[in-house]
């Protein structure tokens, strides 16, 4: 997870898919104790660090992406993002020179909307409202500022932009490119579908013949699995660590969102059955030097159902190219 930045909804008018989505409204618990807790903890941001770090992790992304093309840049595609969430960063980086679509659950607001503001509150409950409100008066001017200047320009290009689940049936008949994308890309979605089968069916689907996936998946199993708010704004290590997995802390620890709960090895069985050859890659941070050492003792026997592997695992990141012909 990378700290959310900044919000950059585009002027185009939202394309709404079908019916409401019927799963789930929000993929997230937005209470009003917790968005307060993270809109003091953006405001209190190195905003420039926080844009450098994310900087290289997106460069990190385009390496993958190009390497699975067989391309040394990626210039003039059809891009669809999935989940961008409130901050329009990583498709923003994109947009430079690609043409970027995204898609995401949430409502989204910015600037002086009121309409926009009571749609949030009804549908995603009055935290939502008051972070979205919050952060866009107070936090947003800076991190789009630090980012904007990161990526060495005047302005951002924001995606085309539709508002749905893209678990839904739907899903291909409302974005529009869908079947011809040259890239499917997300980041921290795919832990909170509900239908992770459905999903990445939809992106095999969502790609031109020769199109490449990433998707980015925040491991359940990790330390910060759990999406409890706290970690998130600054208190990770005052929570118990793996809190979550065991049965002596389950109780101190809330998670803020909707979580399918899935392993590594759900996730690797699914894409080898869908997507047979997709690559897995495990990225752990600085999580082994920083938490492994918690691991050598009396907690290794209480989480001794889950690998260290596991355990070390911050997000399982998969590519994929699908075969130019069926
Ligand atoms: C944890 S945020 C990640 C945002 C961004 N990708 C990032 O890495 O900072 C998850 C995002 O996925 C969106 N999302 C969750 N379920 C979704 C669904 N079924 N279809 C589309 N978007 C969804 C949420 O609305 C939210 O914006």
């Given at each position: 997870m990378f700290a959310e930045g900044?919000?950059?909804?585009?002027?185009?008018?939202?394309?709404?898919?079908?019916?409401?989505?019927?799963?789930?409204?929000?993929y997230a618990d937005f209470s009003?104790r917790g968005s307060l807790r993270q809109l003091l903890h953006l405001a209190r941001a190195p905003h420039?660090?926080n844009?450098?770090a994310l900087?290289?992790e997106?460069?990190?992304?385009?390496?993958?992406?190009?390497?699975?093309?067989?391309?040394?840049?990626?210039?003039?595609?059809?891009?669809?993002?999935?989940g961008?969430g409130q901050s329009?960063e990583?498709?923003?980086?994109?947009?430079?020179?690609?043409?970027?679509?995204?898609?995401?659950?949430?409502?989204?607001?910015?600037?002086?909307?009121?309409?926009?503001?009571?749609?949030?509150?009804?549908?995603?409950?009055?935290g939502r409202?008051?972070k979205t409100?919050g952060r866009?008066?107070?936090i947003?001017?800076?991190q789009?500022?630090?980012?904007?200047?990161?990526?060495?320009?005047?302005?951002?290009?924001?995606?085309?932009?539709?508002?749905?689940?893209?678990?839904?049936?739907?899903?291909?008949?409302?974005?529009?490119?869908?079947?011809?994308?040259?890239?499917?890309?997300?980041w921290s979605v795919?832990e909170h579908?509900?239908?992770?089968?459905?999903?990445?069916?939809?992106?095999?689907?969502?790609?031109?013949?020769?199109?490449?996936?990433?998707?980015s998946?925040h491991n359940y199993?990790a330390n910060d699995g759990h999406h409890d708010i706290r970690a998130f704004s600054g208190g990770l290590d005052a929570l118990p660590p793996w809190g979550h997995?065991?049965?002596?802390?389950?109780?101190?620890i809330h998670p803020s969102a909707y979580l399918?709960?899935?392993?590594?090895?759900?996730?690797?069985?699914?894409?080898?059955?869908?997507?047979?050859?997709?690559?897995?890659?495990?990225?752990?941070y600085e999580h082994?030097?920083r938490f492994?050492?918690?691991?050598?003792?009396?907690?290794?026997?209480?989480?001794?159902?889950?690998?260290?592997?596991?355990?070390?695992?911050v997000d399982?990141?998969?590519?994929?190219?699908?075969?130019?012909?069926?």
């Amino acid at each position: 997870m990378f700290a959310e930045g900044i919000r950059r909804w585009n002027e185009q008018p939202v394309t709404e898919l079908g019916a409401r989505p019927t799963s789930a409204a929000t993929y997230a618990d937005f209470s009003v104790r917790g968005s307060l807790r993270q809109l003091l903890h953006l405001a209190r941001a190195p905003h420039a660090r926080n844009a450098a770090a994310l900087l290289r992790e997106v460069e990190i992304s385009e390496t993958r992406l190009a390497e699975r093309l067989g391309q040394t840049e990626l210039v003039g595609l059809s891009i669809l993002e999935i989940g961008p969430g409130q901050s329009m960063e990583r498709a923003q980086f994109f947009g430079r020179r690609n043409v970027v679509t995204a898609i995401d659950l949430d409502e989204i607001v910015d600037g002086f909307d009121p309409a926009g503001y009571r749609r949030m509150r009804r549908s995603n409950g009055w935290g939502r409202m008051i972070k979205t409100l919050g952060r866009n008066v107070l936090i947003s001017p800076r991190q789009r500022r630090a980012w904007k200047a990161e990526l060495g320009v005047d302005r951002v290009t924001p995606p085309i932009r539709v508002r749905g689940d893209f678990c839904d049936a739907n899903v291909r008949d409302v974005v529009p490119g869908f079947g011809a994308f040259d890239i499917v890309m997300s980041w921290s979605v795919f832990e909170h579908l509900r239908d992770p089968r459905t999903a990445v069916q939809s992106v095999v689907d969502a790609l031109a013949p020769g199109g490449v996936f990433l998707l980015s998946i925040h491991n359940y199993t990790a330390n910060d699995g759990h999406h409890d708010i706290r970690a998130f704004s600054g208190g990770l290590d005052a929570l118990p660590p793996w809190g979550h997995l065991r049965d002596s802390t389950k109780s101190e620890i809330h998670p803020s969102a909707y979580l399918n709960e899935w392993r590594l090895q759900d996730w690797q069985s699914l894409f080898e059955e869908l997507t047979p050859g997709a690559v897995v890659q495990l990225d752990s941070y600085e999580h082994p030097e920083r938490f492994g050492p918690l691991l050598d003792g009396s907690l290794a026997v209480e989480l001794g159902a889950f690998s260290r592997e596991e355990l070390l695992t911050v997000d399982i990141v998969v590519t994929w190219r699908k075969p130019l012909v069926d």
